[in-house]
């Protein structure tokens, strides 16, 4: 009985101070929205007009609008060749060359305007020294909708494979 006596002025205090840290994050959140005297700015802010749409309950995608496996596969090799060309291989470099040419290879499936497709980009860069790699993936997917393609790159010191994963999103 004594331990449970003991325990209950320190859960008061933790519960104080949890409901001061709230108060003091309003105060900061409501902070913000306050103008300064100085601020001249409008303190109405226009309203967009809120579009509702219908909703269209498409489960499959348009036959013209499926997702392009040679179309991806060839601008993954553009990219691929321009950002790659002859570059030898740096750990370094590498490691940030993989992020930024799969933003690059991402961004150019959206441009690609295949509608209501989300894509997943991984680039996969490595020294070429004699040695062997194998790569694999598992996904849970609709297989009539969904699909992936993949390019390997290969010069004298390096190798990068790029794939893309196109998801429809119902």
Same mark, same amino acid.
């Given at each position: 009985?004594?331990?449970?006596?003991?325990?209950?002025?320190?859960?008061?205090?933790?519960?104080?101070?949890?409901?001061?840290?709230?108060?003091?994050?309003?105060?900061?959140?409501?902070?913000?929205?306050?103008?300064?005297?100085?601020?001249?700015?409008?303190?109405?802010? #226009?309203?967009? &007009?809120?579009?509702?749409?219908?909703?269209?309950?498409?489960?499959? &995608?348009?036959?013209?609008?499926?997702?392009?496996?040679?179309?991806?596969?060839?601008?993954?090799?553009?990219?691929?060749?321009?950002?790659?060309?002859?570059?030898?291989?740096?750990?370094?470099?590498?490691?940030?060359?993989?992020?930024?040419?799969?933003?690059?290879?991402?961004?150019?499936?959206? #441009?690609?305007?295949?509608?209501?497709?989300?894509?997943?980009?991984?680039?996969?860069?490595?020294?070429?020294?004699?040695?062997?790699?194998?790569?694999?993936?598992?996904?849970?997917?609709? &297989?009539?909708?969904?699909?992936?393609?993949?390019?390997?790159?290969?010069?004298?010191?390096?190798?990068?494979?790029?794939?893309?994963?196109?998801?429809?999103?119902?």
């Amino acid at each position: 009985m004594a331990a449970v006596s003991k325990r209950k002025p320190s859960f008061a205090k933790l519960a104080i101070s949890a409901t001061e840290k709230l108060t003091t994050r309003r105060m900061t959140l409501t902070a913000r929205n306050l103008q300064l005297p100085g601020d001249t700015s409008d303190t109405k802010q #226009e309203e967009k &007009p809120k579009i509702k749409m219908e909703n269209t309950f498409k489960m499959i &995608p348009d036959e013209d609008k499926r997702f392009s496996t040679a179309k991806a596969k060839k601008e993954i090799h553009n990219i691929f060749q321009n950002y790659l060309g002859d570059m030898a291989y740096d750990s370094a470099r590498c490691s940030e060359l993989c992020l930024d040419l799969s933003v690059l290879v991402k961004n150019k499936m959206k #441009e690609l305007a295949f509608p209501r497709y989300k894509f997943i980009c991984n680039v996969i860069m490595g020294q070429c020294n004699e040695q062997g790699l194998e790569t694999a993936s598992r996904s849970i997917w609709d &297989p009539k909708t969904d699909n992936f393609t993949y390019y390997v790159y290969n010069n004298s010191s390096l190798y990068a494979i790029g794939i893309v994963h196109a998801v429809y999103f119902e």
